[in-house]
């Protein structure tokens, strides 16, 4: 009987997990009607070498949001239950030769999703830094006979608010 009963509440837990079973990951809340609509939004990242422009607008109905990027396809993410979230991945938003933006992440808060919007930016900087590729030894020290310059890739990431005003 205990495996049975075992079977049961893992089971839903799995359908509450897929489905809303009993309170166990429940149906998120709708977005309130004062803050759905379409909306448009840009946001500038700063970045080495230069900043990130991105712009584009959202759609938030009941409990859905829709978001649309310029220059980049846009992906929903699993979010908590008071965030909506879509992964931008691959190259985009940079002209730059030295940095490569390798993806872009939005967030949404659910309950007012026009005014905690934001976008963070994955990306890699390509810059140079100077070695030594020979050492020698002089008077007991160790020293660098021959200096070189090697190329080297240097992951960080930055983030930006979105400015957000009502769709024409």
Known sequence: MRR???????????????AGCG???????????????????????????????????FTAVGDTLLLEVKGAECFPTRGGTDTFGYRCPGQFGSSRAQQTVTGATFSFWRHKPTERASVT????????????????????????????????????????????QPAR
């Open 4 to 18: 049975r009963a075992g079977a049961i509440a893992f089971a839903c837990a799995i359908l509450g997990w897929l």
């Open 23 to 57: 309170g166990i990951g429940a149906a998120p809340p709708p977005v309130p009607a004062n803050a759905q609509g379409t909306w448009n939004f840009t946001a500038s990242v700063p970045a080495p070498g230069g900043g990130l422009w991105f712009e584009g607008s």
């Open 121 to 164: 930016v994955s990306l890699v900087t390509t810059t140079t830094r100077r070695t030594c590729a020979y050492y020698t030894t002089d008077n007991g020290a160790r020293v660098c006979a021959r200096w070189s310059t090697e190329v080297v890739d240097v992951p960080s990431t930055q983030g930006a608010i979105l400015k957000v």
